[in-house]
């Protein structure tokens, strides 16, 4: 049928032209292109789901679009495009509690947004897609997005534009991120079509009880992308609160001044609705491509015209045949599903030669983003082992008879039969254990069992870090052209509802396969002919599990079986190939990358207490503080954690090295801090019973027992230092709606406290924040009084002192 209708051939080139401009699979965006695009239907992402409609509310007076435009912003706004450092690269995860951050809309947006996080998509690229999906649900232009974003690993400095910053300051900060004076005015215009602001945020700005809920709206569409904030403006009548009312007479109408800064002639420009989208669309794509020096974006993400989803290559017993599965999405945008007649895959074997039969797919499902349409259709069949496959191209019949053939601009759609998955041999048990069987070619060097797996880190942050631990496979046994190989990993807690595996030899690699749809069961794969040994059956197992002809209980779990044929000697199998295995080696760790190192084969064996005779542990250069406690929910160290399967006294130490604390817990994890805070109650030491994961012979911590351990060599301990004239008078809660000291503020990297007390010098008080701010006043704010502890981050200019921390402002007074 292909190529059927000459007179077509013309229409064929311009679909092939076509083709050349469309993206090639696979690319590394591919899974952020189904974040982009799949919104509804079969194989739904949902990621859309949050934003949709426009004024889709995560709580009263709350607009989830205009927060995901604005955490974009937020995390982009540190950003110093002149030193190339920081800009949209997810930081904003560490600085949730900066003062710069206030309110609930971050942590929620963040937390929305983590599940999407994976080894291929960045929480920086999603944040990026969130000002796409939030942009086009709200009615906006298609803005552009590209992939790549780099997710940074701590927070960055601050300097997110306020509303009660002045023009000069504007200026300044919309120019280290890049915008000029006038691109400064049209990208504000742009930030503040959805969305308002917050009495409780913004108390300068908005008097209490005026507005709904406390809620004051830019405009009178807050749940249209359009140019209301603009024309409503520029007629007089807006009553966006950064124009008008209260701030007027404080000078924090922000919006009046950045407008007004070139005597509206750039926001007059924007009164035309499109000239606003098409402004709107450079201003936010820019705002999505500022990144660290290091990070390059791919190209900007279009939709494939033709996507394979889940290409699965899996061998079936006796070796001689391979079953071959997936799912073919075909973009019916343009090309009507009611136009296609047919879907098949015409495909080459593994040498390169054209096979003879294509492969039918049949509809399985339709799907849809904001602008595109698809539908997907399901294929399997099964080939030869031997002959088996390397690529193939799709053919689209249509109800007219035209085909299109779609080769992936030429190269066409790659199926590596070099080291497959085998998912029926797989499993993973209750207790967490996962066993994966792979099966590699002969002449195929032996693969590797790669297993990301997600840890959630310490309070505050709510995006969770991934972990990769690369497992050399053993070798199992040999079916026709193939080999089978094993390895195992365990999961900790619910690691493995998210964790994702991939099997990898050489340059070959079967990737992105859930663990949570493995069933709980290993099933055998039979080798076709029986094995020199004698055997009741006449088809030998050739199985990771010896199969029910063995003299072993098969009423155990596969893994205790599986830990049998490990150990046990031959004697206990009747079959000559489960015997063959019974001196497989290990699986060993062969690298481990992540801030998260983990190992699967260095697991104690339970997390059982050792003997109630506790030892004091010890460890040089520090002195044991005590076993105190923890939660989840009110970490007792907040600064730094990891959990690690290589957990002990020495990777901890190291982990936490420039930390006055190190604190151990629950056998694997680890956690720092430069204070022990005093709702850390002090237990027995005999309850931190619990064997280091990583150094048997040492106790880290139970269940929410944490050994803590105080370095002896950080000295002298930051403090607050005696500034001659003044007291220091003690750490008070400071952020935007309650000012402790406002009178004139100082922002350095190169913060000290006597630095704060020279530019404060005349004024009655000053006090230092977050590391790095220095404000000084006449008259103390209201504000409370917290724990001493509670103001314990460095000075940046000074580690030796302290500055406060986010929210919280070490306050001096003159004598
Ligand atoms: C800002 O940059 C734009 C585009 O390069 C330019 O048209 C505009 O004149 C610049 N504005 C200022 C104030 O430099
Ligand atoms: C700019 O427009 C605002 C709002 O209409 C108006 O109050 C202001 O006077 C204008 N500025 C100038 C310089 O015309
Ligand atoms: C091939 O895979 C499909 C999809 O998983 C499955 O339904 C089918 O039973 C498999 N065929 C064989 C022979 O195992
Ligand atoms: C593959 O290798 C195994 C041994 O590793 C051998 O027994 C088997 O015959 C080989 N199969 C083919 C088709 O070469
Ligand atoms: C794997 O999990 C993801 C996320 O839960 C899901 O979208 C996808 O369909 C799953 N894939 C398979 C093959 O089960
Ligand atoms: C430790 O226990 C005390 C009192 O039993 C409790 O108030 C405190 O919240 C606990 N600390 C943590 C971190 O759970």
Known sequence: MIGRNSALVGLLLACQQYATAAPTWPASTDDLEDIMLLNSGYRARGFATAVTPCSAAPGPGRIAAAEWIRAAFHDMATGNTYQKTGGLDASLMFEIKSSENIGSAFQTTLTTYAPFLSSRTSMADIISMGVYTATRSCGGPVIPVRGGHVDATQGGSIGVPLPQNPISIFKTQFDRFGYNATEMIQFTACGHSLGGLHQVNFP??????????DYAVMDTTSTVFDNRVVTEYLDGTTQNPLVVGKSVSTK?????????????????????????????????????????????????????????????????????????????????????????????????DRTGAAASTPITATIRGSASGFD???????????????????????????????????????????????????????CLDASGKLTVVAAARNGTVSPNLKVVVKNPRASPIVVPALSTATIAMATQSAVGSYQLYFASYTFSGSQAQSAVLGVSAGSSSDNYKNASSLSNVCASLSTPSPTPTPSSSSVASSSLIPSADSTLDSSSTSMTMLTSVLTTPASTSSTGSAASSSNLPTPTLVSSSSEFATSTTTLPSSSSPVSSSTPIPSFPGYDYTGCVNDSSSDRTFTAKGQIADTNSYESCAAFCSGYMFFGVEYGTECYCGNALPPFAAPYPDSECNMPCAGNRAELCGAGY?????????????????????????????????????????LFAHDMTVPMCAGFCAGKKYFGVEYGEQCWCGDALGQSGLVDEWECSMECSGDQSSFCGAGNRIGVWVKD
């Open 204 to 213: 300068d700005v908005i008097n209490q009880g005026v507005f709904p809920n």
């Open 372 to 426: 595109d349409t698809f539908q997907f259709y399901s294929f399997s069949a099964q080939l030869s082992a031997e002959t088996s496959i390397s690529s193939f191209s799709v053919v689209i019949t249509k109800t007219s008879d035209i085909t299109e053939t779609w080769d992936n601009n030429g190269a066409g759609f790659k199926v590596d039969d070099n080291v497959i998955y085998q998912a029926p041999q797989s």
């Open 252 to 348: 924090r109408n922000s919006d009046y001044v950045v407008y007004n800064s070139d005597n509206n002639v750039t926001i007059a420009g924007m009164r035309d609705a499109q000239a606003f989208a098409n402004t709107c669309k450079t201003m936010f794509q820019r705002m999505i491509e500022i990144v660290p020096s290091g990070v390059t974006l791919t190209d900007i993400i279009t939709p494939y015209e033709i996507k394979p989803y889940d290409l699965q290559l899996t061998l079936l017993d006796g070796g001689s045949k391979i079953n071959f599965t997936g799912d073919i999405r075909v973009q019916t945008t343009q090309r009507p599903a009611a136009s296609i007649s047919q879907v098949q895959l015409v495909y080459k």
């Open 705 to 745: 027992r944490l050994t803590v351990f105080k370095s002896l060599t950080l000295y002298p301990a930051p403090s607050n230092p005696a500034i001659s004239g003044y007291t220091y008078s003690g750490c008070y809660i400071d952020n935007v709606n309650v000012r402790v000291l406002g009178d004139s503020f």
